[in-house]
């Protein structure tokens, strides 16, 4: 009996002291690469630290496209990470691949932690809810497109350089005189897509496409070649031949053209701060991007660009928990905060954003706080939560080819559009043919 | 381009091609035939819808204008980067060859490139080349050009080139080099004494001589910049703007790696192969017939 | 040289000393920038002259790692850069120098089939079939490792096609001789064809050192863990497109640290380089 005894304490005593080493592994690929991969290393050690049972271990995986092409090999192979950061246009191509993900709400609620999508940013949440209010991914680095403007350059050409050009109208009329006074290069964009043609119908309540911008189905189609979107690109198109707007490419090329004082004013995504912050030797300022007064609805919200988590199927149950308890830790406000203050990506939650609030942040950095204020200035329409279209990284590739014929005065606006609408529902109609 | 002397043996030259076959059917055919079979699949990114859709993918392509200018733009590409690499890399190593003072210090310093990693090579390019901080871009500005490769096509075209060329040159200079020094002295000297001035040498002797290195070197050009260059215009141009640079092996990759439309990919692919295949025929029918060993 | 024609020679290092200037210039800048300081890149136009952060930049880059946040990073991942261009290197030397043998002296059913098989490769590179490849790979539990960043990339045709090129140059009274002494093909292989190969072979070691160096999309589908990783990747990892700056003169000091090791193999290796090409010619 003694002996038995002796050997269950023995048994349970290894039980215990095995327990208590053996940590759950859970993979995380991702995307950000230098300071950001920093951020993200300090996030995980932290996380690692305070607990025990489960260890986090973050992996760069290359850009966005190579490690969504690293998951999709390793899934097809069996071996795919718990975690894996999958960039905004790659949402839909996410949502679509029901065997391959978890849903957050889901994963949440499995492992029984308290999880409320009412905490969180409507429009930033929004992107990446489906229609029955299923948080689909997490939420992790979420930004907006903001408008910049060089405040010297205004006052040298005779502009009050406290007040940024609030409609389209204002801003042809700063940009002539930017150009009469001299400045060879008016204005530029990055994320010509995003800016000019995603947030813009955002920004003025209008459509993308069918079907609540794709979120309601997959018959959707695009509707980008409206008689305001035209009228916009138009525009562009003109200021493009009167010299008064550059084209700078496809991404963020364009931030580096506004942080040397080349350019006076920049519509780019709101991480573009921490360049400029750096590199300007001039007065600037940030605000919200301007819009056409005349049309009803506007301004009404921007969406977010940005990139967010998924959790991977076929791991084990235990891995599944440490997923939710990480996402746990990565909503608690003071991590939120940390995160939206050193890398200017907007917080999430709502109790991150008031904490940052009464942290007097945004106070001492005057400005800061416009990114979240733009996304949330009205509750979200069904055009304006955000969009998700199949294969948008070749649709957006449309979108911007067509866009650059215009700028470089090869096709009009209504053509641009309509071939943009033509060639993007092609790509659309074939996502929908596979994922039926 | 066969030998005379041969040896016969039941089972040695099977063993001996043995294990590079097996590496090749293991991770070159195997994979190869499942990316063709995918170019007739419809599929989700993550393979768990597949339907079986003929030659759906193919018909799509063809009918595409975007696809089909690709392959102009392909050709235009690759005999831009083929001729000037050879072209240039000549040039170079046939004065390499003529000089004798500093001839190391020259060579030394005109193969360095060649340790680049291409995809490092795209960035510095673009880098020099950036429209508004690069310092090639500020010497043609001073010099009255408009260089803006982001919205004009040709100049984007130009950039590419440059920067595959540039690569190229150190890889094609080495091997011109070799085979220059390696032609017997006295031929060239017999021909200067029979009054035949240095013009006349090079291509009535020299370059004949140097017809195989020519022909590895052409062969291994047109396959570089049919598929290797796709490292330098992901860094630079992407394609852009507007298609200008959209080669096809940068299509295939766009297409697969950043866009998981592995139908379309494989599709490209195939059509791919067969005409690079075709090419390499053609090439080894009828060049190397004038190819003297 | 034959004759003496001053004009030229002169002409000569004019063309040469403009082709070196044209192919140094780029690497030139990478190392100017890599001795700047961060604001001092996007001025315009940026400095030609090599600024005062040399020893700083390097080392915050040797000894902070790439990353800046793990410290062993750019040892190991140099290391395994080296262990990956050698392994390849040697590999495909290894088996396409018996290929080549078998193909070009040897008559035997298949002969033609298996050259355009093995040519073949050439048209299709690994970018293009990586998907399926990479689950042949974890098939075969060759993830993270050093066998699986290896022997994938060692089915290529590059040396083969050297090979043979270099073998029909060899001459036929060689061959015949060792015929007429009774000597096997393996004796002929062993004694005659590899002493003469020494020089081809040390030009495609450097080639394909150099391939295997610089790879960078299937080290990077292969690897999961950071210990595993090359250095190409390590550079690559500090170009953020996106929402953060690129701190231009680590990333350059990276490369040129990356650039150093191909670089001094191809220069030492030079001398046996070209005369491994010289030999093909013979």
């Known amino acids: 009996m003694q002996l038995k005894h002796l050997a269950a304490t023995f048994v349970a005593a290894m039980v215990y002291a095995g327990g208590a080493h053996a940590q759950t592994e859970i993979l995380w690929w991702h995307s950000m690469g230098g300071a950001l991969g920093e951020k993200v290393n300090e996030l995980v050690t932290r996380f690692n630290a305070s607990q025990k049972d489960y260890r986090v271990v973050a992996v760069y995986k290359g850009s966005y496209p190579e490690s969504m092409t690293a998951a999709i090999a390793a899934f097809r192979a069996g071996s795919a990470p718990n975690i894996l950061q999958v960039f905004e246009v790659g949402t839909a191509t996410m949502m679509a691949a029901k065997g391959a993900i978890v849903p957050v709400t889901k994963v949440m609620a499995d492992a029984r932690e308290a999880f409320d999508p009412r905490a969180y940013l409507p429009s930033v949440a929004g992107y990446y809810t489906d229609l029955d209010g299923n948080m689909l991914s997490f939420p992790f680095n979420s930004s907006t497109v903001m408008f910049y403007v060089n405040k010297d350059a205004f006052k040298k050409a005779g502009l009050d350089p406290s007040h940024a050009p609030a409609t389209w109208k204002e801003f042809g009329a700063a940009a002539a005189r930017l150009k009469a006074s001299g400045q060879e290069c008016v204005y530029t964009t990055g994320w010509p897509s995003w800016m000019h043609i995603e947030n813009f119908s955002a920004w003025h309540n209008v459509p993308i496409g069918t079907r609540q911008n794709g979120m309601g189905g997959l018959d959707t189609t695009f509707s980008i070649n409206s008689p305001l979107h035209v009228r916009h690109l138009a525009m562009l198109g003109e200021l493009a031949k009167k010299g008064e707007f550059t084209y700078a490419g496809r991404t963020n090329q364009a931030e580096a053209k506004f942080a040397s004082g080349e350019c006076a004013m920049l519509t780019s995504s709101a991480g573009a701060q921490a360049t400029i912050r750096k590199a300007a030797k001039f007065d600037w300022s940030m605000n919200f991007i301007p819009y056409y007064d005349d049309v009803k609805g506007a301004p009404q919200n921007s969406i977010i660009g940005g990139a967010s988590l998924w959790v991977m199927a076929g791991k084990k149950p235990a891995e599944y928990k440490g997923v939710a308890k990480f996402f746990a830790f990565l909503s608690q406000p003071e991590v939120q905060m940390d995160w939206h203050i050193s890398t200017g990506y907007v917080p999430i939650t709502l109790a991150a954003y008031e904490l940052t609030r009464k942290s007097g942040f945004y106070e001492r950095n005057p400005g800061a706080d416009m990114p979240v204020r733009q996304l949330t200035l009205h509750p979200p329409t069904e055009n304006s939560k955000g969009l998700r279209f199949g294969n948008f990284v070749q649709g957006r590739e449309v979108i911007e080819e067509e866009m650059e014929a215009v700028f470089a005065g090869k096709k009009d606006a209504q053509t641009a559009l309509d071939d943009a609408v033509k060639r993007g529902n092609e790509i659309l109609r074939r996502f929908e043919a596979v994922n039926r | ?293 | 040289m034959v004759e003496n024609r001053p004009w030229l020679t002169l002409f000569s290092h004019v063309v040469l000393i403009a082709g070196v200037l044209t192919v140094a210039f780029p690497l030139y800048v990478t190392f100017v920038v890599s001795t700047l300081t961060l604001d001092q890149v996007p001025q315009v136009p940026m400095t030609l002259l090599p600024g005062r952060s040399l020893l700083q930049n390097y080392a915050q880059v040797l000894s902070a790692g790439s990353t800046r946040g793990s410290a062993a990073a750019v040892s190991t991942m140099l290391l395994n850069s080296f262990i990956v261009a050698t392994a390849i290197a040697v590999g495909k030397i290894a088996i396409s120098i018996t290929a080549s043998f078998a193909i070009v002296y040897f008559r035997f059913p298949l002969r033609r089939f298996f050259f355009w098989a093995i040519f073949v490769t050439l048209m299709l590179p690994v970018e293009v079939r990586i998907i399926p490849t990479f689950k042949v790979a974890a098939d075969l539990g060759l993830l993270d490792s050093y066998v699986g960043l290896t022997l994938p990339l060692i089915a290529s045709a590059t040396a083969t096609f050297l090979f043979r090129q270099f073998f029909l140059t060899i001459p036929e009274e060689l061959a015949e001789a060792a015929r007429i002494d009774g000597a096997g093909p393996l004796r002929f292989f062993r004694d005659v064809v590899l002493p003469l190969s020494s020089t081809t072979i040390a030009a495609l070691f450097v080639i394909q050192f150099i391939y295997g160096w610089n790879q960078y999309l299937w080290p990077l589908l292969v690897t999961s863990r950071e210990s595993m990783y090359t250095t190409v990747i390590g550079i690559k990892r500090m170009i953020v497109g996106g929402d953060a700056t690129n701190e231009w003169p680590l990333i350059m000091a990276t490369a040129v640290l990356a650039m150093l090791p191909p670089a001094a193999v191809v220069l030492l290796m030079q001398k046996w380089f070209v005369r491994g090409l010289v030999e093909t010619e013979k």
């Open chain 2, 1 to 293: 381009m066969e030998k005379r002397t041969v040896f016969r043996s039941g089972w040695l030259p099977y063993a001996l091609v043995a294990p590079q076959i097996a590496v090749t059917v293991v991770f070159f055919f195997w994979p190869a035939a499942q990316a063709l079979w995918y170019s007739f699949l419809l599929q989700d990114a993550f393979g768990l819808s597949t339907r079986f859709a003929g030659l759906q993918n193919f018909a799509v392509l063809l009918h595409d204008v975007h696809y089909l200018r690709s392959f102009e733009v392909t050709a235009v590409f690759s005999l831009l980067v083929a001729a000037g690499g050879i072209s240039a890399a000549l040039l170079l190593a046939a004065m390499a060859d003529r000089v004798v003072r500093g001839a190391l210090v020259y060579r030394t310093l005109l193969i360095w490139p060649y340790a680049v990693a291409p995809a490092v090579a795209g960035v510095l390019w673009a880098f020099l080349f950036a429209p508004s901080i690069g310092i090639v871009t500020y010497v043609l500005k001073k010099a009255g050009i408009d260089w803006n490769w982001i919205i004009k096509g040709d100049q984007a075209m130009l950039l590419v080139v440059i920067a595959s060329v540039w690569k190229q040159i150190s890889y094609n200079f080495l091997f011109f080099l070799a085979g220059l020094q390696s032609i017997p002295k006295s031929l060239v000297e017999a021909a200067a004494i029979d009054g035949a001035g240095p013009a006349r040498r090079f291509w009535t002797i020299v370059f004949p001589l140097l017809s195989p290195t020519a022909f590895f070197l052409l062969v291994v050009n047109v396959v570089y910049a049919f598929f290797d260059t796709f490292g330098v215009i992901d860094a630079t141009t992407q394609g852009g703007p507007a298609g200008a640079t959209q080669i096809l092996v940068y299509k295939v990759y766009y297409d697969g790696v950043k866009a998981a439309d592995l139908g379309g990919s494989s599709a490209q692919s195939v059509i791919l192969m067969v005409i690079v295949t075709a090419l390499t025929v053609v090439q080894f029918r009828f060049v190397e017939k004038r190819v003297q060993y």
